[in-house]
């Protein structure tokens, strides 16, 4: 005998994707490009060489985003790779101004985009990073 529970009968059958497990990518150099990661962008590396982000970090984005762009797409320029990350930031000024401090170039910003603040860079390979610091939910006054 089979006992319905709540919605059990409307609920998704098991067997679909619930989320981003890494981020994995070949580098010319795995572990110069690490450091530069982990020097520049503060990237907390672990002793196995990657890193662990934290979804329940303060301030963290409530969903990942994931998208396909056309093959001819100018998004990714001047980088060449065929992909690109963006990484959520707490501060956007202040992470700004700790790149530049470390003489990396600002591609470019803007302020003004509904979903908040973007930045663009490159790593040490050339490949663009898309930094993205969510815009903040107004405060509920009573």
Do not use: C
Not at 6 to 14: Q, S
Not at 22 to 45: E, I, Q, S
């Amino acid at each position: 005998m089979t006992v319905a529970r709540g919605n059990a009968a409307a609920a998704e059958p098991a067997g679909h994707i619930t989320g981003v497990g890494g981020v994995f990518f070949k580098a010319k150099d795995p572990k110069a490009l690490a450091a530069w990661y982990r020097d520049v962008l503060g990237m907390p590396l672990e002793v196995w060489g990657g890193a662990k982000l934290r979804y329940d970090a303060p301030q963290h984005p409530p969903a990942l985003i994931w998208s396909t762009f056309p093959a001819s797409t100018k998004y990714f320029a001047p980088s060449t790779s065929e992909f690109m990350i963006n990484y959520a930031v707490d501060d956007m000024d202040a992470f700004l101004a700790r790149l530049e401090a470390k003489g990396v170039a600002i591609l470019k910003r803007t302020d003004d985009d509904p979903n908040g603040r973007f930045a663009w860079i490159l790593d040490l390979e050339g490949n663009k990073i898309e930094l993205w610091e969510p815009k903040r939910a107004a405060p509920v006054t009573p």
